[in-house]
């Protein structure tokens, strides 16, 4: 038992019902009764339909597309277990929307990575639990303490099984510079070479010149990256593999599955055999696709969970 004097319990929002439902279901509670709805007029009404006085209580909800509704839908969650007197309050946010605004590129640019971490402290959320943050400096934004989950581990169980006896043949690939960092432990861990792709782009208007650190010709390789949003950047360093690399076959990997704008229809004509994502944003009946495969974090969700009610180290 926690340091709380009634135990835990776990909510779902809109936006991850069928992940706090797994989660729930691990850990052996039934998952929390509150009503979310919408007024008329599209504002937010949350109602806690069962006590949570003392209670250390789990909000899960990604603040996926669409991000602001999911955003205003979890702080007004929060808000009704504050005031409902909850005696811990943890936003699990498998999947942290604005991560990418996390500094200034322009001089009158907002951090809104920074804002949504003072908005969250504001609520009343005692704790955060999320995983792969695009920028890890984000950690420090908050006043409250932040538990950074990875989902390396998920992608090494699934790929050192596909490739038990095929590693020789096997190259982890950076999709750009920036990614070159978990892209060496990702590959480290597998214990097979890495390549980087060099992206530069000389003028405004002229195309991208790709430059291969790194051999991967006839091998099959597997990009590695935190995030698909459009895919243009996963399918351009997919033919740049193929035609310039010569590369085999082609998976790619990344925990967050945005997949906006035309992303689908990019990764369907592109050269990937296999993308394979975390269920950090549920994929949408209409998103599915022959090409992309959905891995679970629930059990590694469910355990940190636990481990956090219990006062457990994380790590």
Partial sequence: ???????????????????????????????????????????????????????????????????????????????????????????????????????????????????????????????????????????????????????????????????????????????DVGSVMRTRKFAEKMHVPMAIIDKRRQTANMCEVRNIIGDVAGKDVIIFDDMVDTAGTLCNAAAALRDEGKAGNIYACATHGVLSGAALEHIEKSQITELSLLDTIPLPPEKKNAKIKVLSTVELFADVIKKLHQEEPVS
């Fill in 1 to 175: 038992m926690g340091f709380t004097e009634n135990g835990f319990k776990v909510f779902a929002g809109n936006a991850s019902k069928q992940m706090a439902h797994g989660i729930a279901g691990l850990l052996g509670v039934e998952i929390g009764q509150m009503e979310v709805s919408r007024f008329s007029d599209g504002e937010i009404s949350v109602s806690g339909m069962e006590t949570v006085r003392g209670f250390d209580v789990f909000l899960v909800q990604s603040t996926c597309q669409p991000v602001n509704d999911n955003l205003v839908e979890l702080l007004v969650m929060i808000d009704a277990c504050k005031r409902a007197s909850a005696g811990r309050i943890t936003a699990v946010m498998p999947y942290f929307g604005y991560a990418r605004q996390d500094r200034k590129a322009n001089p009158r640019d907002p951090i809104t990575a920074k804002l949504m971490a003072d908005i969250l402290s504001s609520a009343g959320a005692d704790r955060v639990l999320t995983m792969d943050l695009h920028a890890l400096q984000i950690q420090g934004f908050f006043n409250i303490p932040v538990d950074h989950l990875i989902g390396m581990p998920v992608f090494l169980d699934y790929f050192s099984k596909r490739f038990k006896d095929k590693k020789e043949n096997l190259v982890i690939v950076s999709p």
